[in-house]
């Protein structure tokens, strides 16, 4: 008699014994989410009086210095591991001035955070100069409107120290430009923060699901695009190769972004090297299942847990994503 007939068989697997219940499903759940994997990115603009909603990304805001502090002690009782700062200044200019003022809008951000938490969450700042400049581009521009790497790696240079001085537990750049870990490790070094330790955005891809954070940081390009110094879509062994340059340069830890549309680059990443290694869901990511879930096609809760899981699965040991406090609330449930 066969199994289909109720027959059984020392060779016939029911991998559904182990699916059976709620509570068998989660003991042998073989990647796990803890609120302590996320991270949340947070913008924060220099001049308003209340939140500014951002209407590519419902729930997410321009945060007020005050609104900021707020969001960050409800991170903090969350559970999740650390805030990631973005600054909209109320103004910019073709070096992006305000990025490493004293005053600026996220160094003055980082000083409170840290007064208020201390300890309790770890704050990355995101070195870039794109909020910062009029032009909207990552780094300085030639009069023939050509980013010129050299003479920006000195500008995040000093945009990492007082990053550092401001309080930021990390320090993240993401301009992707060549040797920018090894300036800002260099910086970070001969100012006494030796203990300063570097996320680089390793393999940023000039992917086409930024749109909505253009919108949320007010960064982007006035004209031409990233493309000739962010990765190219297509391309997974270069990723590898950026990766091994921004370790051998110092960089502590690695980020892959985005996440969902380069699953096979995080895994690659992870396989290849023994750092930690993030990947951040980006804008474009959220977007789509708000959309998708507002038009009521999708389950909004089961998707934000399964593509939070699918990051992990694929290797990624920390998850930047708009979700992070949501996201703890729901894997507690």
Same mark, same amino acid.
């Given at each position: 008699? =066969?199994?289909?007939?109720?027959?059984?068989?020392? *060779?016939?697997?029911?991998?559904?014994?182990?699916? =059976?219940?709620?509570?068998?499903?989660?003991?042998? %759940?073989?990647?796990?989410?803890?609120?302590?994997?996320?991270?949340?990115?947070?913008?924060? +603009?220099?001049?308003?009086?209340?939140?500014?909603?951002?209407?590519?990304?419902?729930?997410?805001?321009?945060? #007020?210095?005050?609104?900021?502090?707020?969001?960050?002690?409800?991170?903090?009782?969350? *559970?999740?591991?650390?805030?990631?700062? &973005?600054?909209?200044?109320?103004? +910019?200019?073709?070096?992006?001035?305000?990025? !490493?003022?004293?005053?600026?809008?996220?160094?003055?951000?980082?000083?409170?955070?840290?007064?208020?938490?201390?300890?309790?969450?770890?704050?990355?700042?995101?070195?870039?100069?794109?909020?910062?400049?009029?032009?909207?581009?990552?780094?300085?521009?030639?009069?023939?409107?050509?980013?010129?790497?050299?003479?920006?790696?000195?500008?995040?240079?000093?945009?990492? /120290? $007082?990053?550092?001085?401001?309080?930021?537990?990390?320090?993240?750049? =993401?301009?992707?430009?060549?040797?920018? @870990?090894?300036? /800002?490790?260099?910086?970070?070094?001969?100012?006494?923060? #030796?203990?300063?330790?570097?996320?680089?955005? %390793?393999?940023?891809?000039?992917? *086409?699901?930024?749109?909505?954070?253009?919108? %949320? $940081?007010?960064?982007?390009?006035? &004209?031409?695009?990233?493309?000739?110094?962010?990765?190219?879509?297509?391309?997974?062994?270069?990723?590898?190769?950026?990766?091994?340059?921004?370790?051998?340069?110092?960089? !502590?830890?690695?980020?892959? +972004?985005?996440?969902?549309?380069?699953?096979?680059? @995080?895994?690659?990443?992870?396989?290849?090297?023994?750092?930690?290694? =993030?990947?951040?869901?980006?804008?474009?990511?959220? %977007?789509?299942?708000?959309?998708?879930?507002?038009?009521?096609?999708?389950?909004?809760?089961?998707?934000? @847990?399964?593509?939070?899981? $699918?990051?992990?699965?694929?290797?990624?040991?920390?998850?930047? #994503?708009?979700?992070? @406090?949501?996201?703890?609330?729901?894997?507690?449930?």
């Amino acid at each position: 008699m =066969s199994p289909a007939q109720g027959g059984s068989s020392p *060779g016939f697997a029911r991998g559904r014994r182990l699916r =059976s219940t709620p509570a068998l499903r989660r003991l042998t %759940a073989q990647t796990r989410v803890a609120p302590a994997d996320l991270v949340l990115p947070v913008f924060v +603009k220099e001049g308003i009086d209340e939140p500014v909603p951002i209407g590519s990304m419902p729930g997410v805001v321009q945060h #007020t210095p005050d609104s900021l502090r707020k969001a960050a002690h409800e991170a903090a009782e969350a *559970g999740i591991g650390g805030l990631i700062l &973005f600054g909209v200044p109320a103004e +910019k200019d073709e070096v992006g001035s305000q990025a !490493d003022a004293a005053d600026g809008i996220v160094n003055v951000a980082l000083r409170r955070l840290r007064e208020d938490l201390g300890d309790e969450l770890v704050l990355l700042a995101d070195l870039c100069l794109c909020e910062y400049t009029s032009h909207g581009h990552c780094g300085l521009v030639t009069p023939a409107g050509v980013v010129d790497n050299d003479p920006t790696l000195d500008r995040y240079a000093a945009v990492a /120290i $007082a990053q550092a001085q401001a309080g930021a537990h990390v320090i993240a750049p =993401s301009g992707m430009m060549d040797g920018q @870990v090894a300036a /800002i490790r260099r910086a970070l070094d001969g100012a006494a923060f #030796t203990e300063t330790p570097i996320l680089a955005y %390793a393999a940023k891809y000039a992917s *086409g699901f930024y749109g909505p954070f253009r919108e %949320a $940081a007010e960064g982007a390009p006035q &004209f031409g695009d990233r493309s000739t110094y962010q990765m190219d879509p297509p391309n997974a062994d270069e990723a590898l190769r950026e990766v091994a340059q921004d370790l051998a340069e110092g960089a !502590d830890a690695v980020m892959v +972004k985005p996440a969902l549309p380069y699953l096979d680059v @995080v895994a690659r990443v992870a396989d290849a090297v023994d750092v930690p290694v =993030s990947a951040y869901q980006v804008s474009g990511e959220y %977007a789509m299942v708000e959309a998708a879930a507002r038009n009521g096609w999708i389950d909004r809760e089961r998707a934000i @847990v399964e593509t939070l899981t $699918a990051i992990r699965r694929a290797g990624a040991g920390q998850v930047l #994503t708009y979700w992070a @406090v949501e996201a703890a609330r729901l894997l507690r449930r």
